[in-house]
């Protein structure tokens, strides 16, 4: 099945600082979701992305739909100890069959 | 919070011993799926339902099978557990009442363990 790579695989960043992500696949989305998950828990939807080229915020979170739509990006910006978790991307073009990324660990020293 | 529960949250089965988990939703979403999570291998779609008796096939729908009899309670059943499905299994649901909203929410999980 499909995979979507997501880069880096983990992150260890000081509070205060911006952190990215990105998310790429081998063929084009129509739609990309955004998720973080803490340990033991399920994802939790961060942000949703319909439409090339769009630029979404959640707080301090704001993602992109690459213009190429096999790809996008997460930024948070002014990192604080509980954006600690896995953050993951998922992309389709159905609507109904997403795939999921493998996951950025964030880590936040303080 | 979406309103999803699972049931149980953790269990312990032997191989080849049959397993039903229950996802439960509140908020009449059209859509419901079911996950596993594995290291390495994020979420994959093990299959999923656009309405009651109406289901479809995921990535990795192999050694497992669903039921929906009714709109808010989605089964998925290992007729015969093996030691390849240890692993977290997620709900999700999607599609408030008759829209078509892609955006996914996810329940709390299940760690299931086949020994």
């Known amino acids: 099945g499909q995979q979507l790579n997501q880069s880096p695989q983990s992150m260890f960043i000081q509070e205060g600082e911006d952190v990215s992500m990105n998310c790429t696949s081998s063929s084009i989305f129509n739609t990309w979701l955004w998720y973080k998950q803490d340990p033991g828990e399920g994802p939790v939807l961060l942000i949703a992305?319909?439409?090339?080229?769009e630029l979404t915020s959640n707080g301090r979170l704001t993602a992109q739909f690459g213009i190429t739509r096999k790809d996008s990006f997460l930024n948070i910006s002014a990192s604080i100890p509980s954006d600690v978790g896995i953050y993951f991307c998922?992309?389709?073009?159905?609507?109904?069959?997403?795939?999921f990324g493998t996951g950025t660990s964030l880590t936040v020293i303080p | 919070d979406a309103g999803i529960t699972q049931s149980p949250r953790h269990k312990v089965t032997e191989t080849g011993t049959p397993v039903t988990l229950r996802c439960h939703q509140t908020?009449?979403?059209?859509?419901m799926y079911w996950y596993r999570q594995d290291p390495g291998h994020g979420l994959r779609l093990i299959h999923y339902s656009y309405g009651v008796k109406d289901t479809d096939k995921g990535e990795v729908s192999d050694g497992y099978s669903v039921s929906r009899s009714k709109t808010e309670d989605f089964l998925l059943t290992l007729e015969s557990a093996t030691s390849s499905q240890t692993s977290v299994y997620f709900c999700a649901i999607s599609g408030l009442g008759a829209t078509s909203s892609y955006e996914q929410y996810f329940g709390p999980g299940t760690r299931l363990t086949v020994t």
């Open positions: 992305l319909y439409k090339a080229g």
């Open positions: 908020e009449n979403h059209r859509y």
């Open positions: 998922a992309g389709s073009n159905t609507g109904n069959q997403f795939y």
